[in-house]
């Protein structure tokens, strides 16, 4: 029983995971250039979250960055003020690629070809893949509609009132005739 038990947990945890394209695309890489990737993990996605997925670069074998750093860092680095905190960097050759996020905010992907002398063809299929659903609770859908009904049955009760109070004051004023 225990055994069942573990084992339906076990291969249930994975149709809670949730992903998203990253990028899906090719690009051309001129000699020390980059090309940067921007997006957002909100605090649903934050547990276990990867990019992950398989690239290639023409001419072979030709290595490439990748650099992740967060979006403020980002600015800072490009304005050229203070210190640039990068998270995770891997130098590779065609293959696949894993880079943990760690946390949640917004964050920058760059996709450098420093280092290299020939321009390069960068190919990749990248997506951020995560442990649960990733869907955000909004209140506001349920508080529109509680207050919706809510007002639509004021609406009826009013409407009722107002009609008994008419009906009645017409039969009193008919019964005194």
């Known amino acids: 029983m225990r055994r069942t038990a573990f084992l339906l947990v076990f291969l249930t945890i994975p149709l809670t995971a949730g992903s998203f ?6 690009l051309n890489l001129d000699v020390g250039n980059y090309r940067f990737i921007k997006f957002r993990i909100t605090p649903e996605m934050a547990e276990s979250t990867f ?12 290595k490439i960055e ?5 979006q403020p860092d980002y600015r800072r680095g490009w304005e050229g003020r203070g210190h640039i905190d990068t998270l995770d960097a891997v130098y590779a050759e065609n293959g696949s690629l894993l880079m943990e996020i760690p946390g949640f905010g917004d964050f920058v992907l760059i996709v450098s070809n420093r280092g290299n002398v020939d321009p390069v063809v960068f190919a990749a299929d990248l997506s951020v893949s995560f442990v649960g659903s990733g869907v955000t609770y909004d209140s506001l859908p ?6 919706m009904s809510l007002l639509a049955i004021g609406v009826v009760v009013a409407a009722v009132l107002l009609t008994i109070t008419r009906m009645s004051s017409r039969n009193v004023s008919g019964n005194r005739r």
Do not use: K
């Open 142 to 147: 349920f508080g529109m509609t509680l207050l």
């Open 21 to 26: 394209t990253l990028f899906s695309d090719t």
């Open 51 to 62: 990019i992950s997925g398989e690239f290639f670069t023409e001419p072979l074998p030709t």
């Open 66 to 70: 990748f650099i992740l750093i967060t």
